[in-house]
């Protein structure tokens, strides 16, 4: 009798604490403190990519990503992987929050990115200079956040609101790698992947980036809403260790679509000097500051392979490189295009920041340290005997819009935080400095 008692009493609790439990999942998921997002570098097309996964039930996108782009969009083909999609409608309230170019239809069958009475974006493709009206509209996404160690995957979460996309034209794909469908926008709009997921999420508006250098195996990240970044085996927090610039405000829009006034929404910064091994280059300091115009100054670019610079700021750099890779007893061969000086690969070290040759350091407003590029982020391999200084001519004739753009291949393995809360752009020591990369293995 007792033991029969026992027994329902075990049942009993053990149901109570069954039902406990699934409510306690339900209700009390601690809120994520940070969201991740993947990077891979698609290596014979130098382009990074993300994965998201979208609608329910959920199915994976991958996506490259473009800091100047200002919103996601991708293939949606027929749409059967998209069943909870919706079309947003001209003139609704998110339609007017979304940097909108009126109203778009479609004479074709309805799916999803074929909708009458939608919402139209201008989508880009820098890669192919193509750019498409098409209606946005919204489907589910479902995210990983950061672990509380900082060092893995924590919970996945379905994003409390629809996120907000386009689905492209085919046609949209030309020049993106295979292995993806479209673009993932980061730059400082309303409906870039950072800023929907802050808002959603309720954190602070930051991103950061660590861009990895190795084909698809290895995983950078996309941080979202700061927190830390630990990276085995230097097990601290590079957070607390990144040296900040302000983010400068360009007056003109660079989109290739936008009202007469808008101001710029990628990310400039401000450069002061630039040296080879602590020796000043000459640069003409007019060029290194926006005019009126919107002309000049300094932006990053995940969309440029390597760092393009002004002919006469390129010039002066190779003219300095040479002189102090000569000292350095690296020998000259013949120039591989696109790129100006060339190297034996046999009369050059390696070490653990990649090949021993001249510092080059960018000097930036407000900071007493430099984003110093070691021959990890200077030198590219062209051949097995071959390597070249990893920065390109942007012309001179026309003048470039943007003097200096720095490319992927420069911002490889540092930690980039993008802090939109108080406008500063902060920049980690190389993390193959500390003898680790922004490849982990902690994401899918
Ligand atoms: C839609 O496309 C998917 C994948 O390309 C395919 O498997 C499916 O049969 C298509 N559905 C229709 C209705 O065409
Ligand atoms: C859009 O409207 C036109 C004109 O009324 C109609 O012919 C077409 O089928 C509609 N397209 C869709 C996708 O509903
Ligand atoms: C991508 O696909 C196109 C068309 O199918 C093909 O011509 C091209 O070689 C492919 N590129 C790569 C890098 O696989
Ligand atoms: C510096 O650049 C500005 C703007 O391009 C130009 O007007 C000026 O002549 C240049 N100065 C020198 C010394 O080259
Ligand atoms: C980002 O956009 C917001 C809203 O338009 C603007 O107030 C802010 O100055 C921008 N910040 C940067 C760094 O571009
Ligand atoms: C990195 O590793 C090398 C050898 O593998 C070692 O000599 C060096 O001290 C390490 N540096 C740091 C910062 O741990």
Same mark, same amino acid.
């Given at each position: 009798?007792?033991?029969?008692?026992?027994?329902?009493?075990?049942?009993?609790?053990?149901?109570?604490?069954?039902?406990?439990?699934?409510?306690?999942?339900?209700?009390?998921?601690?809120? +994520?403190?940070?969201?991740?997002?993947?990077?891979?570098?698609?290596?014979?097309?130098?382009?990074?990519?993300?994965?998201?996964?979208?609608?329910?039930?959920?199915?994976? !996108?991958?996506?490259?990503?473009?800091?100047?782009?200002?919103?996601?969009?991708?293939?949606?083909?027929?749409?059967?992987?998209?069943?909870?999609?919706?079309?947003?409608?001209?003139?609704?309230? !998110?339609?007017?929050?979304?940097?909108?170019?009126?109203?778009?239809?479609?004479?074709?069958?309805?799916?999803?990115?074929?909708?009458?009475?939608?919402?139209?974006?201008?989508?880009?493709? +820098?890669?192919?200079?193509?750019?498409?009206?098409?209606?946005?509209?919204?489907?589910?996404?479902?995210?990983?956040?950061?672990?509380?160690?900082?060092?893995?995957?924590?919970?996945?979460?379905?994003?409390?609101?629809?996120?907000?996309?386009?689905?492209?034209?085919?046609?949209?794909?030309?020049?993106?790698?295979?292995?993806?469908?479209?673009?993932?926008?980061?730059?400082?709009?309303?409906?870039?992947?950072?800023?929907?997921?802050?808002?959603?999420?309720?954190? +602070?508006?930051?991103?950061?980036?660590?861009?990895?250098?190795?084909?698809?195996?290895?995983?950078?990240?996309?941080?979202?809403?700061?927190?830390?970044?630990?990276?085995?085996?230097?097990?601290?927090?590079?957070?607390?260790?990144?040296?900040?610039?302000?983010?400068?405000?360009?007056?003109?829009?660079?989109?290739?679509?936008?009202?007469?006034?808008?101001?710029?929404?990628?990310?400039?910064?401000?450069?002061?000097?630039?040296?080879?091994?602590?020796?000043?280059?000459?640069?003409?300091?007019?060029?290194?500051?926006?005019?009126?115009?919107?002309?000049?100054?300094?932006?990053?670019?995940?969309?440029?392979?390597?760092?393009?610079?002004?002919?006469?700021?390129?010039?002066?750099?190779?003219?300095?490189?040479?002189?102090?890779?000569?000292?350095?007893?690296?020998?000259?061969?013949?120039?591989?295009?696109?790129?100006?000086?060339?190297?034996?690969?046999?009369?050059?070290?390696?070490?653990?920041?990649?090949?021993?040759?001249?510092?080059?350091?960018?000097?930036?407003?407000?900071?007493?340290?430099?984003?110093?590029?070691?021959?990890?982020?200077?030198?590219?391999?062209?051949?097995?005997?071959?390597?070249?200084?990893?920065?390109?001519?942007?012309?001179?004739?026309?003048?470039?819009?943007?003097?200096?753009?720095?490319?992927?291949?420069?911002?490889?393995?540092?930690?980039?935080?993008?802090?939109?809360?108080?406008?500063?752009?902060?920049?980690?020591?190389?993390?193959?400095?500390?003898?680790?990369?922004?490849?982990?293995?902690?994401?899918?």
């Amino acid at each position: 009798m007792s033991s029969y008692i026992h027994y329902h009493l075990f049942i009993f609790s053990l149901t109570i604490l069954l039902l406990f439990s699934i409510s306690d999942a339900k209700t009390k998921k601690p809120k +994520p403190t940070a969201l991740v997002f993947p990077i891979r570098k698609d290596v014979d097309s130098n382009q990074y990519y993300t994965t998201i996964e979208f609608s329910t039930p959920h199915n994976f !996108k991958n996506i490259v990503i473009d800091l100047g782009g200002q919103h996601t969009w991708f293939n949606c083909g027929n749409g059967s992987d998209l069943p909870t999609y919706r079309p947003i409608r001209c003139g609704s309230k !998110k339609c007017t929050s979304v940097n909108n170019f009126g109203c778009v239809g479609c004479n074709l069958p309805r799916k999803p990115g074929c909708t009458n009475n939608t919402c139209g974006v201008a989508s880009y493709n +820098p890669y192919s200079n193509d750019l498409y009206a098409q209606g946005i509209g919204e489907d589910a996404v479902y995210v990983d956040s950061v672990s509380n160690n900082g060092l893995s995957i924590g919970l996945s979460y379905h994003s409390p609101q629809p996120y907000l996309f386009s689905c492209a034209h085919p046609d949209l794909l030309r020049g993106l790698t295979n292995s993806t469908t479209g673009m993932a926008g980061l730059a400082n709009t309303t409906t870039s992947l950072h800023t929907q997921m802050s808002t959603q999420f309720n954190l +602070p508006h930051k991103f950061a980036i660590c861009m990895p250098s190795a084909s698809s195996y290895v995983i950078g990240q996309i941080f979202i809403g700061g927190g830390m970044y630990i990276y085995p085996p230097y097990n601290k927090d590079i957070a607390a260790e990144l040296s900040t610039t302000p983010l400068v405000i360009n007056p003109v829009s660079t989109a290739p679509a936008y009202t007469e006034g808008d101001p710029s929404d990628e990310y400039f910064i401000n450069v002061k000097s630039i040296s080879v091994d602590h020796k000043l280059i000459v640069v003409n300091s007019s060029l290194l500051s926006i005019d009126k115009q919107g002309n000049g100054g300094t932006k990053l670019s995940t969309i440029t392979a390597y760092t393009k610079l002004e002919t006469s700021i390129y010039k002066s750099l190779l003219n300095s490189f040479n002189k102090a890779a000569a000292l350095k007893k690296m020998k000259r061969v013949a120039s591989v295009a696109p790129f100006g000086a060339c190297f034996s690969s046999k009369s050059i070290a390696s070490s653990e920041t990649g090949p021993v040759v001249p510092y080059i350091d960018i000097g930036l407003a407000g900071n007493s340290q430099n984003w110093r590029f070691y021959g990890a982020n200077s030198m590219v391999s062209v051949n097995k005997d071959v390597m070249c200084l990893a920065f390109v001519d942007a012309g001179s004739k026309p003048k470039p819009r943007t003097s200096i753009v720095i490319g992927g291949y420069q911002m490889e393995n540092y930690v980039i935080e993008f802090d939109l809360v108080s406008s500063k752009l902060g920049i980690s020591t190389s993390l193959l400095f500390h003898n680790t990369t922004c490849s982990q293995s902690l994401l899918r």
